[in-house]
């Protein structure tokens, strides 16, 4: 089944950016009532979903907090959660999750870090375990003439590092809309873009923020905790930068909390040039990887 998404495009054309900004703005607005109706049950160890506590399962109401693995979920219920639930909707409730516990250095999902023969790939780590979603162009297509010949991911799910759902464990459908959405993005990606909303955003917008922005906003934090690590290189213009302008940037910054690139950028205006690397921070967790079988 394939969509053809350039219907769409000629749809998405004829319409006018006011009815593209309403369109945007009633989804963004759904999208911050689901998340507080999430956080609120989160916060109570409640799923907003079913309604019961993340410590129950009840077979015959498969959900997705089961994957939280607070309460007796074995691998073989794994295929109820995925019949009933698509992609998208697993991948942005583990992102959710994730995004309560530490915003945005939880999930990798770095393009950079991404192999290119792959349409998704990245990790979610949450309290004790990892989550990993992983799909390669012969998955997205389908293996042709096998019994697994329909589009469909792997999943890899490990508690405490110990594996617990493998990759090779099962072939787990797209559903119709998350076929939709993929397609969609990859076809027409330069005026369609999924994410998952700010509370499920990871790592990749993490970095693809506006440098002179993120610099603004940004706050000193343990490295542990740390999102971004951001290197700075001063390059003096003419004269050497005299020792005690360097001592007052750092007093300043260690004051206010202000990075010192920050802050070195205003004080030595006009005397060096002040470059910020923005880079990923070392404690953001490792994309798992998979290896493919080849199939003859």
């Not at 109570?44 to 019961?52: R, S, V």
């Not at 990749?204 to 343990?222: F, G, I, Q, Y």
Request: hydrophobic share 30%.
């Amino acid at each position: 089944m394939h969509h053809d998404t350039m219907q769409y495009k000629k749809i998405f054309d004829s319409m006018s950016p006011e009815y593209i900004e309403e369109m945007n703005q009633r989804q963004e607005e759904e999208h911050i009532k689901q998340a507080q109706a999430f956080k609120i049950g989160y916060e109570q160890d409640i799923c907003y979903l079913c309604g019961k506590p993340f410590k129950t399962i009840s077979k015959n109401e498969p959900c997705l907090h089961w994957l939280l693995r607070q309460c007796k979920f074995k691998k073989k219920d794994f295929p109820l959660v995925y019949e009933k639930y698509g992609y998208g909707n697993i991948a942005a409730f583990l992102r959710w999750c994730a995004n309560q516990e530490r915003f945005h250095s939880n999930i990798n999902d770095l393009e950079e870090e991404k192999a290119d023969r792959k349409v998704i790939s990245y990790t979610i780590k949450w309290k004790n375990i990892e989550w990993t979603f992983d799909c390669s162009k012969n998955d997205y297509t389908g293996h042709e003439s096998t019994s697994i010949d329909y589009p469909h991911y792997h999943f890899q799910m490990r508690i405490d590092g110990r594996q617990f759902i493998n990759f090779n464990d099962f072939h787990v459908p797209f559903h119709d809309q998350d076929l939709f959405v993929l397609s969609l993005s990859q076809e027409q990606g330069e005026w369609f873009h999924h994410n998952f909303g700010s509370i499920g955003s990871g790592m990749e917008e993490a970095v693809s923020v506006d440098p002179e922005v993120a610099l603004e906003h940004m706050s000193s934090a343990d490295e542990d905790d740390a999102t971004y690590h951001l290197s700075t290189v001063i390059e003096a213009i003419d004269q050497p930068i005299p020792g005690e302008l360097i001592d007052e940037i750092r007093e300043e910054s260690e004051k206010t909390g202000q990075p010192m690139s920050y802050i070195a950028k205003e004080k030595l205006a006009g005397i060096a040039n002040v470059r910020t690397v923005i880079t990923p921070s070392e404690s953001i967790p490792d994309i798992a990887s998979r290896t493919e079988h080849k199939r003859r």
